[in-house]
Each structure stands twice: as structure tokens, then as C-alpha cells.
């Protein structure tokens, strides 16, 4: 939401419905009501005149973007491209799909992937030219919960969810998940959703392998709270405004 024609600033209430927060009036009624935050500070006045290429406005907790070169998109990468936007091998890789789609390709310059997946790994890969939003949900300090279905070989034993969670120890260090859950099991194989916060390379298919159980497929189905749902292999999705403040606030923005 470029400001450069209003030099006085924009009402607080028109930046709100022009976010997609909601209509004019109901912005009214939230800024009333002391759910809008700019800068920290509660705002109740409705003149209020805020830059919306500076203000850093939130509604009910969570961070609402105000400018829209800003792009926040989803992936579902599908089995066999690589986590690049081009390759120098020539390999397949996700700047492919990206490429036929000139719309993004034109307001997002600065398009770039957050964090990366096996080329064998299908599932939720963010992308965004926010850099600073990205390089937090990068950086492991945040702590930002990933979640992942890995179909796997062999027999669970009761206790696999307790050691996965107490560490197991790699060439590189101990890797432990937050969470483990059985979803599915057949004879010779399962379905076992993990949730860790870490990002070290093939982080869950060296755990899996070092506790007898290879993974023969790994999808990942969440990134904090965004979810894959039922998003199709190769396709892209704007993330909604919640979507993406539920980002911001995962990383403390
Ligand atoms: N862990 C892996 O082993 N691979 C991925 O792509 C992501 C997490």
C-alpha cells in the first residue's frame, strides 16, 4: 500500500479496510473497541494518519501488512525438484514453476524461498520477499514448529515416540523432536507425524534411520500454523492475512 501520494499519511481505518481487514465501519468498530495497535500504542481515536510503508500496525495481536509488494505464498513442492530458484546443472527445481507465472514474477523481484526440502521431499515451502519475516523463520533461535508426515519401514516399538522426543544422536550433534504421533500402521510400515523445530540438513530422515526406520516418503505439512491442506504438488497460494500474521507473531514481529 504505497503512501508516496499523501504525505499527511492515510486514516487509520481506510489502511484496515484497504489490508482486507475488514469494511471501513468495521475497521471503526475494531479501533473503538482498542484492538488496533500502531507502533505499540493502542490507538481508539478514528482520525488517527499513519504511513503504511512504516507503521507497523497490529489487530487483536497479530501484524497486519500494509504494503502490497510485499508476497507471502505457499508451495506444495512436488517429489523430485530441487529447493532452488534456478540450477545450475539443470536440474528441476522450484524456480520453474515460478517462472510461467509473470504476475508474481513481476511484483516480486526478490522472490526467495524460506529454508529449503530434500529434492525427494514433497510439501509446505514458503516463499516471500520479506526478508525480514524470512530470515527469522530461518533462524533457529525462533524456534518456528515445522510438522511432517514420514511414511517409514519396520515395526514401531512402543517407546520410538520417547526417544525421538529424549534426542538422538547424530554425527552433528543431538536431534530431538517436540512431538511424535503414530498415525497409521501396517504390517512392515507406518505413518508418523513429527514436529521439530530444527532445520539441519535431512534432519528427520537421518533421525528415522538412525532408530531401524528408513523413510520411504516425507512430506511436510506445516510450517508454525500454516498448513499445507489439501494444496495440489506444484501448486502456489497467496497466504491469507491471518496466515501471515500468525507468522510475524511466530517470530516475534
Ligand atoms: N528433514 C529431512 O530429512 N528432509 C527435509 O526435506 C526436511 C526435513
Known amino acids: 500500500m504505497s503512501n508516496t501520494h499523501d504525505p499527511d499519511g492515510v486514516r487509520l481505518q481506510k489502511v484496515l479496510a484497504r489490508a482486507g481487514v475488514a469494511s471501513r465501519r468495521a475497521a471503526e468498530d475494531l479501533i473503538a473497541q482498542g484492538r488496533v495497535q500502531v507502533d505499540g500504542e493502542t490507538v481508539r481515536e478514528q482520525g488517527r494518519r499513519i504511513d503504511p510503508d512504516t507503521a507497523v500496525v497490529h489487530v487483536d495481536g497479530a501484524r497486519i501488512t500494509l504494503r502490497d509488494d510485499q508476497v507471502y505464498l505457499a508451495l506444495n513442492k512436488p517429489f523430485g525438484l530441487h ?10 527445481c522450484i524456480g520453474d514453476l515460478l517462472a ?29 520477499n520479506d526478508g525480514e519475516l524470512g530470515h527469522r523463520l530461518m533462524h533457529p533461535s525462533y524456534e518456528v514448529p515445522k510438522t511432517y508426515l514420514a511414511e517409514i519401514e519396520g515395526k514401531i516399538a512402543r517407546d520410538l515416540g520417547r526417544r525421538l522426543r529424549d534426542g538422538i544422536e547424530l554425527e552433528d550433534g543431538i536431534a530431538r523432536v517436540d512431538a511424535f504421533k503414530l498415525v497409521d500402521a501396517v504390517p512392515g510400515r507406518a505413518t508418523v507425524q513429527l514436529i521439530l523445530h530444527e532445520g539441519r540438513k535431512h534432519i528427520v530422515r537421518r533421525m528415522l534411520s538412525e532408530v531401524g526406520h528408513p523413510v520411504l516418503r516425507l512430506v511436510r ?28 507473531k511466530a517470530v516475534g514481529l
Request: charged fraction near 25%.
Open 221 to 248: 505439512t506445516h510450517v508454525g500454523s500454516v498448513a499445507l491442506g489439501n494444496q495440489r504438488p506444484g501448486k502456489l497460494r497467496p497466504l491469507d492475512r491471518v496466515e501471515v500474521g500468525s507468522l510475524y
Open 100 to 128: 510461467d507465472r509473470v504476475e508474481i514474477m513481476n511484483t516480486a523481484q526478490r522472490l526467495f524461498h524460506v529454508g529449503r526440502l530434500d529434492a525427494e521431499t514433497e510439501g509446505l515451502l514458503l516463499l516471500t
Open 83 to 92: 529447493s532452488t530458484m534456478s540450477d545450475d546443472m539443470g536440474r528441476p
